[in-house]
Structure formats: C-alpha cells, structure tokens
C-alpha cells in the first residue's frame, strides 16, 4: 500500500473520493459553519481539522465567498500554524482560475483565495494561511 500524502499548513482542498486513497484523512471534523463561529469568537481551533461543507456554503454565491474570506483574513494570526482541510464533495478544476465543481454547477474559489490558491496535483489545491 503507498503512503498517502500529508496535508500542509495552510489551507488544503481536497476531492473526498481521494482522502484516505492518496491524501491523508484528519479525523477531526466540524462545518463550515461551526468553523466560522469559532474564529469569529475568537475560540480556539485544533491545529489540525477538516471542516465540511465548503462547496455547499460558496455555491450559495461571490458574497458569501467574500465574507468567509473576511473572517479567514481577520483569524490569519490564529490560523498562522495550522493545517486546515477541506474535503471537497465535487470535482476541483482548474481553467482559466481554480474553481469547485459541485452540482453541476462551477464555483470559483479566487472570491475566497484570491491568487494566493495553487492547484498541487488532480484533486488537491492549497493555500498559505495568509490569504
């Protein structure tokens, strides 16, 4: 069996038919929303976690795209040294810029990252911390 790939610091978006097969798997799961809340009370965060529901939360339009950016940008010195994990229910793309494709619809994810996201291989994008 090969070794699956270990997730980096910063901001990991991962195809789930690929975690556990080729990427590494993080046991510590909470939502988007449940991630949001946290930074915005300025709770602490594990070091390392995934957090569902990404593609659902940006296919709701640019705006909310925009406001998770704000709180990411805000908590970027509390997120500084962690490993955060977004396994993707979709297809991550990449054309013209780097886009989620989640029900047959694409989501573009520079609202979010900016140019700051780089695709590493099929199926997996990340990001810096400091978006």
Do not use: C, W
């Not at 590494?24 to 009370?41: A, C, G, N, P, V």
């Not at 957090?51 to 010195?77: N, Q």
């Not at 977004?86 to 029900?103: A, H, S, V």
């Amino acid at each position: 069996m090969k070794d699956v790939q270990l997730m980096e610091v910063g901001y990991n978006l991962v195809e789930i038919k690929l975690i556990g097969k080729e990427f590494e798997e993080i046991e510590d799961k909470i939502s988007i929303i449940e991630f949001l809340r946290r930074l915005r009370r300025r709770q602490t965060i594990n070091k390392k976690i995934a957090v569902t529901g990404l593609e659902e939360a940006l296919s709701a339009g640019e705006e909310i795209a925009r406001y998770i950016r704000k709180i990411l940008v805000d908590s970027t010195s509390m997120l500084r040294a962690h490993i955060i994990q977004f396994p993707i229910n979709g297809e991550l793309i990449l054309n013209r810029e780097p886009k989620i494709k989640y029900k047959a619809k694409e989501v573009s994810l520079t609202p979010l990252f900016g140019n700051r996201i780089k695709p590493k291989t099929i199926g997996f994008f990340h990001s810096p911390p400091n978006i």
